[in-house]
């Protein structure tokens, strides 16, 4: 089991940006995926990054977020920028298999407790 803690959430004005960090032990052989559930919605996948630097988008965040990982500090980050209210959630970091390339969350077996982001219009 992998222990991932996330950090970086916030309330921004819309237009606004904020960095969620996810600090993790031994994950360097996972994929990492960033994926958010806003109040009476279903979780959804927002952007996976592979072993190999790899990665996939939402096409909603496409353009705007940016997943990265710093393999020397087991730590995985997703930028966002131009953010809108619609992106409010609470914002989630999860660790599954190498091979994964979906943003299928229950293929992630791993999960942090969650970041809330709040953008205001």
């Known amino acids: 089991q992998v222990q991932l803690v996330e950090s970086g959430g916030g309330s921004v004005q819309s237009g606004g940006s904020l960095r969620l960090s996810c600090a993790a032990a031994?994950?360097?052989?996972?994929?990492m995926g960033w994926f958010r559930q806003a109040p009476g919605k279903a979780r959804e996948g927002v952007a996976v990054?592979?072993?190999?630097?790899?990665?996939i988008y939402a096409d909603s965040v496409k353009g705007r977020f940016t997943i990265s990982r710093d393999n020397a500090k087991n730590t995985v980050y997703l930028q966002m920028n131009s953010l809108k209210p619609e992106d409010t959630a609470m914002y989630y970091c999860?660790?599954?298999?190498?091979?994964?390339?979906?943003?299928?969350?229950?293929?992630?077996?791993?999960w942090g407790q969650g970041t809330q982001v709040t953008v205001s219009s």
């Open positions: 031994s994950y360097s052989q996972y994929a």
């Open positions: 990054i592979q072993r190999d630097g790899s990665t």
């Open positions: 999860a660790a599954g298999p190498p091979t994964i390339c979906s943003l299928a969350s229950s293929l992630y077996k791993d």
